[in-house]
């Protein structure tokens, strides 16, 4: 026999191993094992086939999705390694789970993972935690520092929150009525009685002056408007038991002025009620009424009401603390104190001079000018009235009302009790004007207080020359601090103007400039970081 190459010797022996795999898968019987020779059996011929597909294994056994490659044998022709005792099985068990980061690497490093103790969870929780609060500090501290600086503040210190005068002032009230007292800028003096609303009588026309006043303004010594008397004026002027202005005539104009002396000198009702119909142009005098009663509101006069603008009607009340804010509110105009202080006036178109109610107290020597006398059977006497004292360089207002004064016996229509309103408002007007002082309440350089910058700063304030206040014994004037018409600066040098110190009350209290004792510098970066406000 011819010798074989190699190629075919080999193809040889796979086609002999195929066959053999063939003759060892089961029958269509189900049985399994090699070829039956029948030698009575003639060799099926091609057409005698069938197409019946025989599986070459078990149906039950699942096909591997990806067969493990050939192990390549030591020769050529070596034989496959057998896969069925490494194809895995339905019962095979499942992949093991990943194993965390550290002991995939201890098995990776043949490095065991370290033991777990405090003193690693600590550490670990320090390097996580640490980075994190320095963050928020950071954040924390640079808000801290651009955030906007509070408002600097002005603060009295405490021994300059008030001034006293020595001494005690004992002033000669009446046992009887109500009355106050107080000096302009100083504030109040006193007060004797109840508070309570009691008929005025024609103390009442103040108002009715000032209402006209703050709607039709005039300047000292100025006309005004002209005003025609009416009918109802004249016939008014008629009338018994209560004072008028007499001899008019319908028709004939007198000026705003003119018409203010006859209101305030002889205390003429029925032109009260002619300036009334005339500054709202009605047929009465109810809509001035109510002007009346808004301005009482306004000045803070809570227990005054009026009913009608000349005081007549007795249901027009009031107190003397009431009345007392009337007299500062009116005695601002200057049209009207010089009328006020007139003992009398000639007036053309008048049949005769007018003369004013309080001309034995104008022409006492105690410096009075004005205001008001009323009186009536329902009010008794009742008086308000002005004077004036000069004190070292300064002559402030003296001020002060009283009402309900009553004489024991026959008083007709108050006229005995006007004289007694007038005699006890003299002795206590006397006491004042006697009494009144000025010391220095405040020395040149003396620290009256700081501007706190609301952190914690506080940078002394001085006064730059001395304080004065005027007062009488006893009397306790208040201090305050203000700015000086502009906001009090973060940082200004010393010496610089930044408040006003004030002491007593009102417009006219007086007052002095505040200077930084030393350098106003803003808060330090320490102090804004720090704030908790």
Not at 239 to 248: H, N, Q, V, Y
Request: glycine content about 8%.
């Amino acid at each position: 026999m011819a010798d074989q190459s190699p190629d075919e010797s080999s193809k040889q022996k796979i086609d002999a191993e195929a066959t053999s795999v063939e003759a060892e898968e089961p029958t269509e019987s189900g049985t399994s094992g090699g070829t039956v020779d029948t030698p009575d059996a003639p060799p099926e011929s091609d057409s005698e086939r069938t197409s019946e597909f025989v599986a070459l294994k078990p149906v039950d056994v699942p096909v591997l999705k990806s067969p493990r490659p050939m192990t390549a044998g030591p020769a050529l022709g070596a034989r496959p390694k057998d896969e069925s005792a490494e194809s895995p099985t339905p019962d095979a068990e499942e992949p093991a789970p990943a194993l965390p980061p550290l002991d995939l690497l201890a098995e990776l490093t043949n490095t065991p993972k370290p033991p777990e103790t405090p003193a690693r969870t600590i550490t670990r929780r320090f390097k996580i935690w640490v980075p994190i609060v320095l963050l928020l500090a950071l954040v924390f501290v640079i808000v801290q520092a651009v955030r906007p600086l509070p408002t600097p503040a002005l603060k009295l210190g405490a021994d300059t929150s008030s001034y006293t005068f020595d001494g005690r002032l004992s002033l000669p009230w009446p046992a009887k009525g109500q009355g106050a007292v107080q000096v302009q800028g100083s504030g109040s003096l006193g007060t004797f009685g109840e508070q309570k609303p009691v008929p005025t009588a024609s103390v009442a026309k103040v108002m009715t002056a000032y209402v006209l006043l703050k709607e039709h303004p005039l300047k000292k010594d100025e006309a005004g408007p002209t005003i025609e008397v009416d009918e109802k004026a004249v016939r008014e002027g008629e009338a018994k038991d209560e004072s008028r202005i007499e001899g008019l005539t319908a028709g004939a104009k007198f000026s705003q002025q003119d018409m203010l002396k006859m209101l305030m000198i002889p205390s003429g009702n029925n032109i009260a009620r002619l300036l009334a119909r005339w500054d709202t142009g009605s047929g009465d005098e109810t809509a001035f009424v109510a002007k009346m009663n808004e301005a009482a509101k306004a000045l803070g006069m809570n227990d005054t009401t009026y009913t009608d603008p000349s005081g007549l009607d007795a249901k027009t009340v009031s107190t003397a603390v009431d009345q007392l804010k009337l007299a500062e509110a009116v005695m601002r105009f200057d049209a009207f104190r010089p009328i006020v202080a007139l003992p009398n006036a000639t007036i053309k178109g008048l049949p005769q001079p007018i003369n004013n109610n309080n001309d034995n107290l104008l022409l006492a020597g105690l410096s009075i000018k004005g205001i008001k006398t009323g009186s009536n059977t329902a009010a008794g006497g009742a008086l308000m009235w002005a004077a004036y004292k000069t004190v070292g360089d300064r002559t402030p207002l003296i001020l002060g009302t009283m009402l309900d004064q009553r004489v024991d016996g026959p008083d007709p229509n108050g006229g005995n009790s006007l004289t007694l309103v007038k005699e006890n408002s003299k002795k206590v007007i006397a006491a004042v004007r006697d009494a009144l002082t000025s010391a220095v309440a405040v020395r040149k350089g003396q620290v009256v207080g700081y501007v706190d910058d609301g952190l914690g700063g506080r940078t002394p304030l001085v006064a730059t020359r001395d304080l004065k206040a005027i007062g009488v014994p006893g009397q306790r004037l208040p201090l305050r601090l203000t700015d000086s018409g502009k906001p009090v600066p973060h940082s200004a040098g010393a010496g610089e103007v930044v408040a006003t110190l004030t002491i007593g009350t009102g417009p006219d209290a007086p007052t002095v400039p505040v200077a930084l004792q030393k350098d106003l510098r803003e808060p330090s970066f320490g102090s804004k970081v720090t704030r908790l406000g």
